[in-house]
Structures are given as C-alpha cells and as structure tokens.
C-alpha cells in the first residue's frame, strides 16, 4: 500500500510497517487500521514523520506510532523512540514543547444520581478556584525562585510538603511525581521567569478538567484494583508544564540545532535536532526536562487538591463522604531512561514519548505495589463530549512499544476548520444537550475542541487493545468541564 | 487573508495543520516579510480592546540564517507579551542586513498592559521551525510558520 509517497506494508490488521529504506537507521511501525490510514493518515505528514524520526543516531528497533499518530514537530504526535542510552542521542522533538503534559483521574465515593443536579455548580466552582486560559496566574501567591527551584527538583513533594496532597498521592504518581537528578542550574532564567506565577494554572488549548461518571466496566478484577465502580464520579485532569517547559524546549532546541552540526547529524528536519545523551548538550537538556517533568507533576498536584476543596465545598460534605483518592497520574511528552529487552539482552535506553503514554504490565518493578497484580494504570482522554477510557498495560507493550501506548483521540480537523464547522452553531447548547456542562475563558476555544476536531478515542483504544499493548478496564463520559 | 493596501501585499494567509496555526507570511523583501511574520503573531495572540501609553523599544539579534533569525525576534516578541506583561504593538523600524552573521535591527513600539487593554486569543508555546523555510524569488520572500499552541 502507498500512503503519499510512503510503501507501507500490512503486518496484521492493527500494525503496519514501512519498510527500511534510504538512510531510515530503523523501519517504521504504526499501530493503525486501514481505515484511518486512509481517512487520516493520507491527509498530513506524519508518516513522513515516522520516516524522519527513523534517522536518528542510535534509534532501536523501530520508529513507532500509536493510532492517535497525526502531524507533530519533529516527532508526529504520538511517537515512540528509544535511543541507545551510550551511543544514542536525545531529542526535545521527541518530548515536545509542553514537557509532560499529562494526565490525572482521582476518584471518589459518589455516585452519579445523587449528585447529577449539582454538576452546573460543580463545574461553576471548579472553574472560579482553578486558573484557566490563556496568561492565567495565580492558584498560589507567586513563588520566590528558591521555591520554584524546590519544584523543580522535588516536583510533587513540595506539594505535599505545603498542604495540597499526601504521601499516596505520589505513590500513585509516574515516578512519584519526582524525576531524580533534575539540576535547575540548566534551566535558563527566562523559564525561572515563566514558572513563577503558573503554579496550580491549567493554561488553555486542549488542556481541561473533568467530572465524569464511570459509564462500563470491561475488566471488573482489574477496575476493583483501581477502585473504580459503575456510575462512579471521577475527575480527569489534562495540562503540563506550562510557560516554564515551553522555554526550556525552545531553549534546548536552539542549543541541540547547533550541537547537531558540531556533532555532524544530517536530519531531515530541524525540529529533530539531538546531540548525544552523554554529551554536555544531552546531559543539560535530560535534566532541564527533568525539572519541567517535576514542575507538571507538581501542577497537576495543585490542581487537585483545588478540584477536592471545590467538590467539598460545593457538596457540603467532609473529607471522609468525599473519599477522594488519586488513581494514577501519567506523564505523555517525556524522555526516560529504561531498561528494555532488545535482541534477547537487556539494554539501557531513552525511550521518547511524544504524545504517548508508558504502559507497563504487571510485576513491573516500577509500580506501586497496589498495582503490580493488575499492571500500570494508563488513562487515555477521548474530546470533551464523548468518553475517556481506563485502560491497564500488558506484557506485549514490553515487547513490541518500549511499554508505551497511545495518549489520547488525535486531532483530525485544524483548528481553523473546527472554528468553521462551528460558525452559527451554538456550541455551549449542543454540548449541554449531550448532557455535558462546560464552563470555558472562551467559545472560540470550545469551537476548537468540539468532539468533530478529534478521531472517536474507542477506535484509537481498540486498536491498541486488539494488538495486545493494553487491556480496557472502564469506560468514562464527561458530565461537565472547564478549559481555559 | 489580510491585504495591506499601503504595502500592496498580502501579508499573511492562514494555512491548515491539524494540531496548531501555521501562515504563510509574505513581503517584497526580508523586512517586509518579517513585519508580515510579526502581523500573523499578532493576530494570532491577542486584539488590543483599549490603547495605553506606548514606549519604543530596540532590539539587535544576530544569526547565520534568516530562518533563526525570524524565530528569534518573534520568540522574543511572544516572550515579552506572555511573560513581562508588555504588548509588542507595531513596528517603527526595521532593518536586516545582509553579510554573516545576518544581523536585524528593530524598532518597535509597544504597551506594559493589565487584562483590561486586550482580549487573549491563543497561548502561544513557541514559534516553530516546521515548515520555515524562507524562499526568494522575483516577486519577494515568503515562508511557512507554524505557531504551537
């Protein structure tokens, strides 16, 4: 099959191949069916994307794409890459601008009927506590830069340490909402500058937050494990590290374009520019990123525990009725240092997650106890009018994606088109209708991120569920959000 | 698309891309084509709801490529706005010259603003490299942009 220029070969019905070619280190791999790769696929540049990224220096295995793949920079949007941790290099294109965007579900011990006339007030109080939009400041007083640089180095725990959390919270948190070794003195003062006042702010675009209900269960051992039930209110949080990751990103790829001349890497594209992981370049930018990383973790934190005052506040109820717990919390623009089975041995490497989401199987080391029966806890958004899904990771993610999988639907209109599609229509009306209630900074956001922009996420899920990377545990429906 | 009438041409048309905002930008040369690039920033950032007392800022950057040297001034543009409160408003003067390194001089005037004086339209992360590439012909200069939101 040729899909704008590229050959691309059917492995099975959900995975499919583009052959190494040319200076392509590594073939191509994509998790996708043949119906996306014609109605999508064929209609922007992100398998030139895949190709692209298969050209960097010590890239193993594959260069992967999960079924939310679409046009990204340097990396398309739901990429995979693992680097040689000695020999390999280490690219922000792979990580993106908002290092660690991600993703949070709490859960509670309500239920949907008696609560489903409060949803409006709700999402009226969530949306006057939590900051949202655009040049949004001030969830906390400004932070000193000492205590900025105590985030960016302990990431949830400052948290923690200051009342909006507890200790389970960064159990339950990738990495404990703590990258270790992440050094400030790389992180230039103009990100200081930017992180000082978005603390606990969810910005604006496709960032949210959620109350949904748990509409099925399709695993009731493993949702047991996740303590998720039917008709269950639970809150999704989406956003990352805000102004501060976007600098370091830009930063970063000013330094690595230069780095890879001095190190004479010829990339089909800038947004690939990488210098060696254990260069100075490479070294400095991991952990410029791990402070980003612990700056998001820590945020998502924030907002948290303003959603559970909201709740309470709201209800009228204490802690104990509220039973808020955190379930998992997800990291989908990263680069971590893994160890992975390649060829039959054990190797070190920096997987690259750019719009995708680790996925580790049961008896993991790296997860938490209460989860080492059922495996990682993956949460992956669908838009705001349909449904999210729960969805736990399997053995074959190990195998076949470096533990990853997909991150959430994948945009499939431009935003210029959402807005057209939207002209005359009234949105808020619509969504309403849908039973959702939505509290927005703008319409024109809300036009931009109507359910019509994006792929249904149940075909993005089921694909990555047929191919054995994850299982689906539950299924959620939003009943109202607020986005900035 | 937005024509200049004074300038005679189309400063800048929006593009698709599935994820962003992308332009193309265009001018009868590099300066002209900069101002564009500044425009479809502007346009993309926020609209001015009152006017304010205006100061005139300068600037000087320098680069082996015009490319980086656009990402730079309007990284520097989106930095002032998203992060010291300052609104770049229009340009008094700009000059770029030829050589190596290429070098761009700019005057700008612009407004120290609170959220009353504008309408926030897009948080701008980054300006981007994809797509940039600046080309000449006969007619001027013109590049793609894409603005990560």
């Known amino acids: 099959m040729n899909v704008n220029g590229i050959t691309i070969e059917r492995i099975h019905d959900y995975l499919?191949?583009?052959?190494?070619?040319?200076s392509m280190l590594v073939p191509g791999r994509i998790y996708t069916s043949r119906k996306?790769?014609?109605?999508?696929?064929?209609?922007?540049?992100?398998?030139?994307?895949?190709?692209?990224?298969?050209?960097?220096?010590?890239?193993?295995?594959?260069?992967?794409?999960?079924?939310?793949?679409?046009?990204?920079?340097?990396?398309?949007?739901?990429?995979?890459?693992?680097?040689?941790?000695?020999?390999?290099?280490?690219?922000?294109?792979?990580?993106?601008?908002?290092?660690?965007?991600?993703?949070?579900?709490a859960r509670t011990s309500l239920e949907y009927e008696p609560i489903k006339k409060r949803v409006k007030s709700i999402i009226e109080k969530l949306f006057q506590n939590v900051p949202t939009?655009?040049?949004?400041?001030?969830?906390?007083?400004?932070?000193?830069?000492?205590?900025?640089?105590?985030?960016?180095?302990?990431?949830?725990?400052?948290?923690?340490?200051?009342?909006?959390?507890?200790?389970?919270?960064?159990?339950?948190?990738?990495?404990?909402?703590?990258?270790?070794?992440?050094?400030?003195?790389?992180?230039?003062?103009?990100?200081?500058?930017?992180?000082?006042?978005?603390?606990?702010?969810?910005?604006?675009?496709?960032?949210?937050?959620?109350?949904?209900?748990?509409?099925?269960?399709?695993?009731?051992?493993?949702?047991?494990?996740?303590?998720?039930?039917?008709n269950q209110i639970v809150i999704q949080i989406h956003t990352g590290s805000r102004g501060l990751g976007y600098q370091i990103c830009d930063d970063y790829l000013k330094i690595l374009l230069k780095a890879s001349q001095k190190y004479g890497f010829n990339l089909p594209d800038k947004q690939l520019a990488c210098a060696p992981i254990q260069s100075d370049e490479g070294k400095n930018y991991l952990n410029a990123m791990k402070c980003a990383a612990n700056y998001a973790w820590n945020n998502r934190q924030i907002i948290m525990s303003l959603a559970k005052k909201s709740l309470q506040q709201t209800l009228s109820i204490s802690e104990s009725e509220l039973g808020f717990k955190l379930v998992y919390d997800v990291a989908h623009n990263i680069a971590?240092?893994?160890?992975?089975?390649?060829?039959?041995?054990?190797?070190?490497?920096?997987?690259?997650?750019?719009?995708?989401?680790?996925?580790?199987?049961?008896?993991?080391?790296?997860?938490?106890?209460?989860?080492?029966?059922?495996?990682q806890p993956v949460l992956i958004p669908g838009d705001m009018g349909r449904y999210s899904y729960i969805v736990a990771g399997r053995a074959k993610s190990m195998d076949e994606t470096f533990g990853s999988s997909c991150h959430g639907a994948g945009r499939i209109a431009s935003r210029h088109?959402?807005?057209?599609?939207?002209?005359?229509?009234?949105?808020?009306?619509?969504?309403?209708?849908?039973?959702?209630?939505?509290?927005?900074?703008?319409?024109?956001?809300?036009?931009?991120?109507?359910?019509?922009?994006?792929?249904?996420?149940?075909?993005?899920?089921?694909?990555?569920?047929?191919?054995?990377?994850?299982?689906?545990?539950?299924?959620?429906?939003?009943?109202?959000?607020?986005?900035? | 698309m937005l024509f200049d009438q004074q300038r005679e041409i189309t400063l800048f048309s929006p593009i698709e891309h599935t994820a962003d905002i992308a332009f193309e930008v265009s001018g009868t040369n590099l300066e002209e084509m900069f101002t564009s690039a500044f425009e479809a920033w502007q346009f993309s950032a926020y609209t001015l709801k009152a006017n304010g007392l205006t100061e005139t800022r300068h600037?000087?950057?320098?680069?082996?490529?015009?490319?980086?040297?656009?990402?730079?001034?309007?990284?520097?543009?989106?930095?002032?706005?998203?992060?010291?409160?300052?609104?770049?408003?229009?340009?008094?003067?700009?000059?770029?010259?030829?050589?190596?390194?290429?070098?761009?001089?700019?005057?700008?005037?612009?407004?120290?603003?609170?959220?009353?004086?504008?309408?926030?339209?897009?948080?701008?992360?980054?300006?981007?490299?994809?797509?940039?590439?600046?080309k000449k012909d006969k007619t001027g200069c013109k590049t793609k942009l894409v603005f990560d939101i």
């Open chain 1, 336 to 375: 971590k240092i893994e160890d992975h089975e390649i060829d039959g041995k054990l190797k070190k490497v920096c997987v690259h997650r750019k719009g995708a989401t680790r996925a580790f199987p049961p008896k993991n080391k790296e997860l938490p106890d209460k989860y080492l029966r059922s495996g």
């Open chain 1, 133 to 230: 939009g655009v040049g949004s400041s001030g969830a906390i007083k400004k932070l000193s830069e000492k205590e900025l640089k105590k985030i960016l180095v302990n990431g949830s725990e400052w948290s923690v340490e200051n009342g909006f959390g507890t200790e389970d919270d960064l159990l339950s948190t990738e990495e404990q909402g703590k990258m270790k070794d992440a050094d400030p003195n790389t992180v230039s003062s103009r990100a200081i500058e930017r992180g000082l006042d978005q603390a606990g702010t969810l910005g604006s675009g496709n960032h949210f937050l959620e109350i949904d209900v748990v509409e099925e269960i399709f695993d009731h051992e493993v949702a047991q494990i996740f303590g998720l039930f039917p």
């Open chain 1, 36 to 105: 996306m790769l014609e109605n999508f696929l064929a209609k922007d540049e992100a398998l030139k994307q895949v190709v692209n990224v298969a050209h960097l220096p010590g890239i193993q295995k594959y260069s992967l794409a999960m079924p939310d793949i679409h046009w990204g920079y340097g990396f398309p949007i739901g990429g995979v890459a693992a680097t040689d941790y000695y020999e390999g290099v280490i690219s922000p294109g792979g990580v993106g601008y908002d290092i660690n965007c991600g993703v949070r579900l």
């Open chain 1, 417 to 484: 088109n959402a807005l057209k599609i939207g002209k005359g229509r009234n949105l808020i009306e619509e969504l309403n209708k849908s039973g959702v209630e939505i509290q927005a900074s703008g319409y024109k956001t809300i036009a931009e991120e109507m359910p019509y922009a994006y792929k249904d996420v149940s075909e993005v899920v089921e694909i990555m569920h047929h191919s054995g990377i994850v299982k689906k545990v539950a299924k959620i429906r939003p009943l109202g959000v607020i986005k900035g």
């Open chain 1, 16 to 22: 499919w191949e583009i052959p190494k070619t040319g």
């Open chain 2, 59 to 134: 600037f000087l950057w320098q680069s082996e490529n015009p490319e980086d040297l656009l990402v730079e001034f309007l990284s520097e543009m989106n930095f002032l706005f998203c992060s010291r409160k300052w609104i770049p408003v229009s340009i008094n003067k700009i000059e770029i010259s030829s050589g190596s390194p290429i070098e761009l001089s700019l005057s700008i005037k612009g407004i120290e603003y609170s959220n009353n004086f504008i309408n926030f339209k897009n948080e701008i992360k980054a300006v981007t490299y994809h797509l940039l590439e600046i």
